[in-house]
């Protein structure tokens, strides 16, 4: 996930998640809808999983929405990250929005304009669907996303 040059005035949407474990592929498909939505600035990612070595590209952008699947929390939450926060983001993932954030600031110096979209699954078994309850709180995901872009 590398960026090339600079991209201060846009915006990155990282769908995090893996297609192949049913509504764990809800990061992922939230972000291809907004990618089709073909925003001028914006610039999407799809990922499994976030990584250290992303951070870097991440700090390159004016803005960062992480979307990724729950396994708890609200059915659909959309809220600025940030490293005070200690209210433990719901995430699968062993690097956390949170842990990003702190690392951007403590290691970089640097303010990374995080928002983190999450959307409650209940079945991350193995499978390449996306329930009908997911399928439709992504919908309300995705408007929530091209609401916060709008206004940026």
Known sequence: MSSKGTNKDS??????????RSDDGAGSYVAESIEARGFNKVKVWVTQQLHVED???????????????????????????NGTDHS???SSHHLSAQTLVNMASNVYHK?????????????????????????????KAIELICSSIMES
């Open 11 to 20: 915006i990155l949407v990282v769908g995090v998640g893996n297609p192949l």
């Open 55 to 81: 951070l870097e590209s991440m700090l390159s952008f004016s803005k960062v929405i992480l979307i990724d699947a729950s396994t708890s929390g609200p059915v659909v939450d959309l809220r600025q990250v």
């Open 88 to 90: 433990g983001l719901a």
């Open 111 to 139: 303010e990374l304009n995080m928002q983190l979209c999450s959307i409650r699954g209940s079945n991350f078994e193995a499978g390449d669907k996306i329930s009908p309850e997911v399928l439709y709180c992504a919908q």
